[in-house]
């Protein structure tokens, strides 16, 4: 192992299992968590996953960090604390920390116009499919009620989506486009994406998509940076994410780089379509990072925005940040079991736990309690409740609908009953 693996293993790892002693809330049961050892050993032996590593962090100091398999199963090399994955959309509540850092600074507002940054979006209609006298479907279009606004980027709310979510005049739209086609940058994608018609009226309906690929342009043209400078000046280098990055430059960033399994060809297309375009900087799913650096950026929020005496939000953006801002009197629609998840509402950037949801038992966690995961299988918690951030990285498309919820009530079953479900 080299020697910087060595030292912030070592330093993770002198906390493994240790009992807590701050604050009334127990840590959690070491004869529980060892379920958490065997779920993912056996993940990895049954050959349904390459690797993954876990960490539980309460009170500030890991009670549970353990590393299970290789990075990839083509040069064998176990997984280490500085591995670096492919995180998807947990690039998303990054991206959103950084805008609601400049509406701290004053520099932007939830109310201004997406046009105000990227004039194209003074132009864009919305889409309605209609049915002719024919019987046949065709798209009609129309203005919004409103403009799109930096409110509706952050809530994704704007009438943006992705490709393979929507009605099928949508993913025609989007796919008949090609917006990844050729080189393009932030400012180039966002024109693209105002090029085409919004799925829904701004403000109306809670829906993925490149909303936050938009918000990292505005962030580019409101810094002067590019997005990734922008995140390092004010996030990364703060926080101490020295790993954290659009694209990897050496060839030990490159050995330590997890691959799903060969048979995981989504994510095998997604690496391929991230190495074809160095020069796009996606604020909604472009980052790399490891689990050592993202638990910087997980506790961070779970100490109300401050991390080592350094604040990175006033308290009042930080609630405004954690708050659900699409629940009752929002005017916005969500579908039952929505990808938040039951039980959640949405922040700016961020799922909040608001009840307990519909289903019976109600799904493990607490009120107030944060996430947000990936496609690419990595997920991470805050609970401010048992004063805990929890983190798995892994790289699976194919297996992490089955594996992240049985993660997390593993996590949460570590803990007394009465403490692990809302």
């Known amino acids: ?38 779920f993912f050993e056996n993940e990895v032996t049954s050959g349904r996953l390459a ?17 299970f398999g290789v990075r990839d199963v083509r040069t064998r090399l176990s997984m280490t604390p ?30 201004d ?20 006298p024919d019987g046949s479907m065709a798209l009609e279009v129309v203005p919004p009620v409103h403009a799109v606004t930096i409110r509706d980027l952050m809530r994704h709310t704007s009438g943006i989506t992705y490709d393979y979510i929507g009605g099928r005049w949508v993913e025609l739209a989007y796919k008949t486009a090609h917006i990844f086609e050729g080189p393009f940058n932030n400012r180039e994608f966002a024109d693209r994406i105002a090029r085409l018609p919004l799925a829904r009226q701004p403000g109306t309906l809670w829906r993925y998509g490149h909303s936050t690929d938009v918000l990292g342009a505005v ?19 703060p926080l101490g994410m020295t790993s954290t990055k659009f694209l990897l430059s050496t060839p030990d960033e490159i050995e330590r780089l997890a691959r799903p399994l060969p048979s995981d060809q989504i994510l095998l297309d997604g690496e391929r379509e991230r190495l074809d375009h160095p020069e796009w900087q996606s604020g909604g799913g472009g980052l790399l990072s490891t689990i ?41 629609e969500r579908d039952y079991f929505y990808f938040p998840g039951d039980g959640f509402g949405y922040g700016y950037g961020l799922a909040v736990r608001t009840d307990p949801g519909n289903a019976k038992p109600p799904p493990a966690g607490s009120i107030g309690e944060l996430k947000w995961d990936s496609g690419s299988g990595t997920y991470f918690g805050v609970d401010p409740k048992l004063d805990m951030v929890y983190l798995l990285m892994q790289q699976t498309q194919n297996e992490r609908g089955r594996i992240t919820p049985a993660f997390k009530e593993l996590v949460y079953g570590s803990f007394p009953p009465e403490l692990s479900r809302p």
């Open 292 to 332: 050592t650096d993202y638990q910087r950026f997980a506790q961070m929020l779970l100490n109300s925005g401050e991390l080592d005496g350094r604040r990175y939000l006033s308290p009042a953006a930080f609630r405004a940040m954690t708050s659900d801002q699409i629940g009752p009197g929002s005017g916005v």
């Open 51 to 67: 690797g993954a590593i876990v960490l539980i962090q309460q009170h500030g100091k890991p009670v549970y960090f353990k590393m």
């Open 82 to 111: 500085d591995t670096i994955f492919a995180v998807h959309s947990m690039t998303k509540p990054i991206t959103s920390l950084a805008a609601m850092m400049l509406i701290d600074e004053g520099k932007l507002a939830l109310t």
């Open 219 to 237: 962030i580019e043209i409101i810094t002067g940076q590019t997005l990734y400078d922008a995140l390092k000046q004010r996030i990364f280098d």
């Open 1 to 38: 192992m080299k020697r910087r693996e060595f030292l912030v293993g070592a330093a993770m790892l002198a906390g493994t299992m240790a009992q807590s002693r701050a604050g009334d809330v127990p840590a959690p049961a070491p004869d529980r968590l060892r379920g958490i050892t065997a």
């Open 113 to 132: 116009p997406v046009s105000k940054y990227i004039p194209l979006f003074a132009a864009t209609k919305v889409g309605m499919e209609i049915t002719k």
